[in-house]
């Protein structure tokens, strides 16, 4: 039942039929009444509608009808919420205007002394090469392992970009104006890791110049002497492009301690020498091998025993990698 017609007393619904019957010679006109009552209803339900559930004595009559509600007393303890709508509102306001002064933002120009941008790269969600085009091996092994040595031999059979984590950092180090230049040259001195960012950022430089100069149309890299701790490991493949597999030269400390200390009479490289060799084993063993041990875990090491002669090397990496389908 429609409320306004639940709060009409039934002797008044009575009164009205009655009404109707009088001022009409048809009073059986259930038409006529009905049209009549719902005239009289709409002025009824402008009226205030009163309280019958308050009162304990329940009138009938539409001439007794309670007298209209007094406005409701105020709380002093009620809680007033508009307070925390203009705070919302204020807040919400405040939010959009930084957030569009934000787009409109300009970035951050080049360094002078960063021109290869290395310190301003945002970090991204995807790699920017996809393995699908581009086939990425990573060399790892001792100093003095025969890396570079077995690279020169893939290039020239396999076609292969051959890039050096080692010269990339020494070409850094001497670049006039290189913000890095020191700091790679204390590492390097020290056989220490250089910071992932500048490493990782210096191989994706060279990869994109090798791929855009159309000197490597098959877009195929030996990445030498990298990764050489974890974090490089993770990030290059996060953001520049995951590897095939890592190609690991086993070679013990002894044989590669005399190669070194042989390539250094005429190398000039300032960590050929031994006190640089020793400490250079020593972030091998306690920072690059943990990298080979998690490929290895993975199924994704291709390991070459390099104690041999580097023709022979070379013949055991031929048939090692031809499983990997290269
Ligand atoms: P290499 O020419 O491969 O013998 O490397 C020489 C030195 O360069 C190393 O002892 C490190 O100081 C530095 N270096 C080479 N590769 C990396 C790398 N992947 N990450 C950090 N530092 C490196």
Known sequence: ?????????????????????????TASSAARLSSFARQQFSTAAKRPIPSFRANSTRSYSSSSLPPPTPPRK????????????????LGSGGYILLANKRNGMPTLPPKKDDPAGLLAQPSKPTPTFSPDEVTV?????????????????LVKDYGFTHLSAGDLLRAEQDRPGSQFGELIKDCIKNG?????????QLLENAMTEAINNGTN???????????????????????VCPAKFVLFYDCPEEEMERRLLERGKTSGRSDDNIQSIKKRFRTFIETSMPVVDHYE????????????????????????IKKFGI
């Not at 039942?1 to 009404?19: D, E, G, T, Y």
């Not at 091996?137 to 031999?153: D, E």
């Not at 220490?192 to 990782?200: D, G, L, N, S, Y």
């Open 137 to 153: 091996i990573f060399v790892l092994g001792g100093p003095g392992a025969g890396k570079g040595t077995q690279c020169a031999n």
């Open 1 to 25: 039942m429609h409320p306004i017609v639940a709060a009409v007393p039934r002797q008044a619904w009575r009164q009205l039929a009655q009404r109707a019957a009088s001022s009409s010679s």
């Open 217 to 239: 149309p098959n877009k195929k890299f030996l990445i030498d002497g990298f990764p050489r701790k974890m974090d490089q490991a993770l990030k290059f493949e996060e953001v």
């Open 297 to 320: 875990k993975e199924g994704r090491v291709v390991k070459i025993t390099a104690t041999a002669a580097p023709q022979k090397v070379y013949e055991a990496t031929r048939n090692e």
């Open 74 to 89: 105020k709380n002093p303890n009620e809680l007033k919420f508009w307070p925390f709508l203009v705070v919302i509102a």
């Open 192 to 200: 220490a890791i250089v910071p992932m960012e500048v490493t990782v």
